[in-house]
């Protein structure tokens, strides 16, 4: 059984679509990548492990749905300042979330 949350908790969650710009294997990481991503009014840094399913080159310039108000970590000394939602099966495959239809950056899920 799945746990459920509150509307109110839902509506807690900052979810985003942001703009990935660049993209750079972190050094030393087998599955790290940073990503700077543009959010419209602010650009952020996400540390995320998709090097294992994607080269920088397929995700440069694609718009995801980020989590922003997930507190800050550091991950291989890097500062990840949101989250790239992404989806997994049971046979490994994983998919980053995407907006059917191009949204300006920034654009709030609700």
Sequence with gaps: MI???SFDYFGKLDLRIGKILEIEVV???KKLLKLQVDFGSEKRQCIAG???FYLPE???GKKCVFLMNLQRRMLAGLESQC???AAEDEAGNVSIVQPEKDLVEGSKIK
């Design 3 to 5: 746990d459920e949350i």
């Design 27 to 29: 050094p030393e990481s």
């Design 50 to 52: 998709l090097l294992k």
């Design 58 to 60: 397929e995700l440069t």
């Design 83 to 85: 989250m790239i939602l």
